[in-house]
């Protein structure tokens, strides 16, 4: 498409992104819209890496010594200045993750919700009064600021994930060293830029306070390996987990992971089955399957089964798929030629296993890959239906005892997002006592959460939690403090010490 590239500069220089930062770099950056280098992005070497870090440590001492409220006005200016930003950032996300626009301006929108959530968390930061077996003492636990606070993120929200770390951290008093996805790094300086404009505005705001580092592999690991970096919070494959986790467990570092997810429904006999369609296109098709809570498994009921696969199927073929600038569709492509790849070998591998495939194939060619969002009818749960391919593929599978499809709902390593619809309260409830993931719904689909819930999910997701409730702790150490205002020495447990 002629004229990306300008309008990619258009939009960077209108947010405020210096023109040498993607202009005179070594990292080629691409758009999945049409697969067209856009820009030549400046990484961060060695040195610099380590000078962010002891900077970042700077910034950590001093932040954490303003006041929470007083920080929380920082994020509540992060949230004006996305505010300001939300349609030329979004644009931006659609060109360069290749969202389709509504889901382009809905990750901003999830980064200013969580900037709210936030700045009321900056005044609630409390800790509990705890009763003490002593008298004339008081027992209590205060939270305080932990360090620096390390971020990997991935392609698929390319910014949004920054910003539930980001304004947590920040409010927390840590300060931030970002590296997103080597796929991703215009968004990325666009919100630094954004970052930057909040933090004038503030005033004195530490120099450094947040900071990006676009890089490969060296970013990456200074985050996980380096001492200076208290907390990391990463998103990513199970993959990228199974490297990063003992390699944080080895110098005690805290973690934060989000890795992969294979999210099931389960539409049962009395399920509203208009709802339950929406809810399984939407899982399914939206960001086209490159979501960690996209609808991966399907198990209907036998009783519904072939009339719901008959208006799936008719959902599939009537969805819009192509490029989110051009015309009204509801699938963008893939990230790049390698997600393309791996879709069609699990669609292989579901063919050998007895799976029959509708759609999958690609739209178009050239540089971009799109692809038409596939349906896969399984004899059962094998082959690649234990595995998250990052792609639309939805595999089917037919259940008539809802004990048993639960069981085999759970059976897969990942435990990120499911669930179940029905109008049975009983089956609701039996559902959400047994799924045995971080996120189980009834009658909506698997993705899209809200900031307000933790986000994360159990086994080979990684067990951490992001976003609202009461994620915020993890960015904070608990300290007990116990205070004498007697004037004995009481000993806890009755032991004695006489001098
Ligand atoms: C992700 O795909 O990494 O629940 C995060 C959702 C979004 C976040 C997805 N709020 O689908």
């Known amino acids: 498409m002629a004229?990306?590239?300008?309008?990619?500069?258009?939009?960077?220089?209108?947010?405020g992104v210096d023109r040498r930062a993607w202009t005179e770099g070594s990292l080629p950056s691409f758009t999945p819209l049409t697969g067209e280098q856009v820009a030549m992005v400046r990484v961060a070497d060695t040195a610099s890496?380590?000078?962010?870090?002891?900077?970042?440590?700077?910034?950590?001492?001093?932040?954490?010594?303003?006041?929470?409220?007083?920080?929380?006005?920082?994020?509540?200016?992060?949230?004006?200045?996305?505010?300001?930003?939300?349609?030329?950032?979004?644009?931006?996300?659609?060109?360069?993750?290749?969202?389709?626009?509504?889901?382009?301006?809905?990750?901003?929108?999830?980064?200013?919700?969580?900037?709210?959530?936030?700045?009321?968390?900056?005044?609630?930061?409390?800790?509990?009064?705890?009763?003490?077996?002593?008298?004339?003492?008081?027992?209590?636990?205060?939270?305080?600021?932990?360090?620096?606070?390390?971020?990997?993120?991935a392609f698929n929200f390319p910014v949004a994930v920054w910003a539930w770390n980001a304004a947590l951290a920040l409010v927390c008093g840590n300060s931030v060293v970002w590296k997103p996805s080597e796929k991703t790094p215009l968004t990325a300086l666009a919100v630094q830029a954004v970052f930057?404009?909040?933090?004038?505005?503030?005033?004195?705001?530490?120099?450094?306070?947040?900071?990006?580092?676009?890089?490969?592999?060296?970013?990456?690991?200074?985050?996980?390996?380096?001492?200076?970096?208290a907390l990391l919070s990463a998103t990513g494959s199970t993959r990228m987990g199974r490297s990063v986790a003992p390699r944080l467990a080895a110098r005690f570092a805290r973690a934060i992971l989000e890795l992969g997810g294979n999210n099931g429904v389960i539409v049962a006999p009395s399920a509203d089955l208009d709802l339950a369609l929406r809810g399984v296109a939407f899982g399914a098709m939206g960001t086209a399957g490159q979501r960690c809570t996209t609808t991966r498994r399907?198990?209907?009921?036998?009783?519904i089964y072939d009339g719901f696969v008959a208006k799936l199927k008719a959902a599939?073929?009537?969805?819009?798929?192509?490029?989110?600038?051009?015309?009204?569709?509801?699938?963008?492509?893939?990230?790049?030629?390698?997600?393309?790849?791996?879709?069609?070998?699990?669609?292989?591998?579901?063919?050998a296993a007895g799976g029959m495939v509708t759609g999958g194939e690609r739209v178009g060619e050239g540089a971009s890959f799109y692809v038409r969002p596939a349906l896969v009818e399984m004899p059962g749960q094998v082959g690649p239906v234990l595995d998250e391919t990052f792609a639309p593929i939805l595999y089917v599978m037919r259940y008539d005892d809802l004990d048993v499809v639960i069981d085999l709902h759970n059976d897969v390593a990942a435990g990120l997002s499911s669930s179940i619809f029905t109008t049975d309260v009983r089956e609701a409830e039996r559902f959400l006592a047994a799924s045995d993931c971080g996120i189980a719904n009834v009658n909506l689909?698997?993705?899209?959460?809200?900031?307000?819930?933790?986000?994360?999910?159990?086994?080979?997701?990684?067990?951490?939690?992001e976003s609202g409730s009461d994620s915020w702790r993890q960015y904070m150490r608990r300290a007990t403090n116990t205070i004498n205002y007697s004037d004995a020495l009481p000993l806890a447990q009755g032991v004695s010490f006489e001098i």
């Open 49 to 153: 890496i380590d000078a962010a870090l002891d900077t970042a440590t700077a910034a950590f001492r001093a932040w954490r010594r303003v006041p929470a409220p007083r920080r929380g006005e920082l994020v509540r200016l992060l949230g004006d200045e996305l505010r300001a930003a939300k349609d030329d950032l979004a644009r931006l996300v659609t060109i360069e993750a290749g969202k389709v626009p509504s889901e382009g301006a809905g990750e901003v929108q999830e980064m200013i919700d969580i900037c709210d959530f936030a700045v009321g968390l900056s005044r609630q930061l409390y800790g509990l009064t705890i009763a003490t077996e002593r008298p004339g003492h008081r027992m209590m636990e205060v939270w305080h600021p932990l360090g620096v606070v390390g971020v990997i993120s």
């Open 316 to 351: 599939y073929a009537s969805v819009g798929v192509g490029n989110p600038l051009e015309g009204d569709v509801l699938v963008g492509p893939l990230i790049d030629r390698a997600a393309y790849e791996a879709m069609q070998e699990a669609l292989a591998a579901a063919k």
């Open 298 to 303: 399907l198990f209907l009921h036998d009783s």
């Open 445 to 465: 689909g698997t993705s899209g959460a809200e900031i307000g819930g933790a986000f994360g999910g159990e086994k080979e997701t990684g067990g951490g939690r």
């Open 196 to 229: 930057a404009r909040a933090a004038a505005r503030f005033g004195d705001a530490p120099a450094g306070l947040s900071q990006l580092l676009i890089g490969g592999r060296d970013a990456g690991a200074a985050l996980v390996d380096d001492k200076r970096v």
């Open 3 to 15: 004229g990306i590239g300008e309008e990619i500069g258009n939009l960077l220089d209108g947010l």
